[in-house]
């Protein structure tokens, strides 16, 4: 613990530093932005740490929170994240506009891997405006504790994790602890991680991920009034009328830093 | 063509002018309104801060080490750090401008080192780094640490906005009429001494 408070710590003050000499950080060292995902697409995985099935999952629980307009929270995975993870995070949230407009409902899951530096190495979370209250940054930091870090502890070794789609997994449990916690369903400490070994539950995965492709069909047929689609920097509103061919999944919502940064 | 043709078309002319004038004038209005409303966003994150510090803090240090003048220092700067925050008479906050800017970035970088200086305490205090209470506590600094970082660049790039539509053409035009000034909104700067690192010995993270 005392090991852990003091990274921590030193963290802290490298960043109290940072503050105090200069209010304009750096901004060349930071890697692009990535463009946002489309059409009812959450999952940006660019270490290929989810399965196609893992993906899926993700999407279908995404999805269900989109049309009902209660959250919308992105899954991204990338290696490099520039030199301050933090920064890069409310860019990368601010850039996609994660959230709908409204409401700021919107999470970003980044996991930042730095080529596996266990000192760098990072699961940055940022929580949208409207979603601070649901979601205080202790209970970022406890889901990312419970569900990610926790897969890193088991005395495998991280790629090994990586490999076997530990990793994915967890990042699995961490959307269906959200996607509880938004809905209200059961409080965090209570919250079952379910086996992935069982077909019986594949299968009624896979029938409910074809229900909600079945529900988001119907919608983007009828004109698309179910997404709240369309880029926004700023901008009106957005309307319902958004191309169908490939409009941004994102609401264009927006984040003033809320959210944790855990080692793992 | 005949007077009463060249006269509307004068006239028309002077009114288009008129008009883009003024929508000028409403878009430098509009950007010092942003700039305002990022320094509210700025004010509300130092009160995020204040208030980790007013409440969360002394059940995490213990009733014991709240005696001690790292804390009570720290204390004394948030409160008059809070103090130092104005607003008008509806409740708006003001921008601080000219020596009040540079008092209240003073009394922001006063209140930045005690609270350092407190944190330093903290970390070095192995019964107040082994409770659960301390780790949540840091979860809750980092997040308004990082708020208050977000907030000054927000306000800082709503500065440079405005500054731009003052100084670039057609806006300097207009400019003097409405009352507006580039340097109406002070940057968020460091203050003198600032880039020296705060004398605290920064304990190397254990493996």
């Not at chain 1, 989109?66 to 919308?72: K, L």
């Not at chain 1, 506009?97 to 940055?124: A, F, M, P, Q």
């Not at chain 1, 490999?163 to 400490?189: N, S």
Request: aromatic content about 8%; overall charge negative.
């Amino acid at each position: 613990m005392k090991g852990i408070s003091k990274v921590l710590y030193s963290l802290l003050v490298a960043f109290m530093v940072a503050t105090l000499a200069s209010s304009a950080l750096a901004q060349g060292s930071e890697p692009p932005i990535p463009p946002a995902t489309v059409n009812g697409n959450y999952v940006l995985d660019q270490l290929d740490w989810l399965t196609t099935e893992q993906e899926a999952e993700i999407n279908a629980i995404v999805s269900e929170l989109d049309t009902h307009n209660m959250a919308q929270i992105a899954v991204v995975t990338q290696n490099d994240c520039g030199a301050d993870s933090q920064t890069y995070r409310n860019t990368f949230f601010r850039t996609w506009g994660i959230g709908h407009k409204e409401k700021n409902d919107g999470l970003l899951i980044l996991v930042c891997w730095y080529d596996g530096d266990t000192s760098r190495r990072k699961l940055e979370q940022e929580v949208g405006y409207g979603l601070e209250g649901m979601i205080p940054d202790t209970m970022t930091a406890r889901v990312a504790q419970q569900y990610f870090v926790a897969a890193f502890k088991t005395g495998k070794e991280a790629a090994q994790v990586v490999a076997d789609h530990d990793a994915g997994a967890a990042l699995v449990r961490m959307v269906k602890a959200y996607d509880g916690i938004i809905r209200g369903d059961t409080p965090v400490e209570l919250q079952k991680t379910e086996g992935d070994g069982s077909s019986a539950l594949s299968l009624l995965l896979i029938i409910l991920v074809i229900l909600v492709v079945l529900i988001v069909l119907i919608a983007w047929l009828s004109d698309g009034s179910g997404y709240s689609g369309g880029y926004s920097s700023g901008g009106s509103s957005s309307s319902g009328s958004s191309s169908p061919s490939s409009s941004s999944s994102w609401g264009g919502g927006s984040s003033g830093g809320g959210g944790s940064s855990s080692n793992f | 063509m005949d007077t009463s043709a060249r006269n509307w078309t004068i006239g028309i002319v002077i009114a288009v002018l008129l008009f883009s004038l003024v929508g000028i004038n409403n878009g430098i209005v509009g950007k010092a309104n942003e700039a305002r409303n990022q320094w509210a966003n700025v004010q509300s994150s130092y009160q995020r801060r204040t208030d980790l510090v007013k409440q969360s803090m002394p059940a995490v240090i213990g009733g014991s080490n709240q005696e001690l003048a790292v804390f009570k220092e720290l204390t004394n700067q948030a409160a008059a750090l809070a103090g130092s925050f104005r607003r008008d008479e509806f409740g708006q906050p003001i921008v601080p401008q000219g020596a009040d800017a540079e008092k209240v970035q003073g009394q922001i970088a006063a209140f930045d080192k005690a609270f350092i200086n407190a944190m330093s305490y903290m970390a070095d205090n192995p019964d107040i780094t082994s409770t659960q209470l301390y780790a949540d506590f840091m979860v809750q600094v980092e997040g308004s640490e990082n708020r208050i970082n977000i907030a000054r660049r927000d306000y800082n790039a709503a500065v440079t906005n405005y500054r731009n539509s003052v100084q670039m053409f057609p806006g300097s035009f207009v400019a003097g009429f409405g009352g507006h000034t580039a340097n109406q909104f002070p940057y968020f700067q460091a203050q003198e001494g600032a880039d020296q690192a705060p004398s605290v010995d920064f304990p190397t993270p254990a493996q």
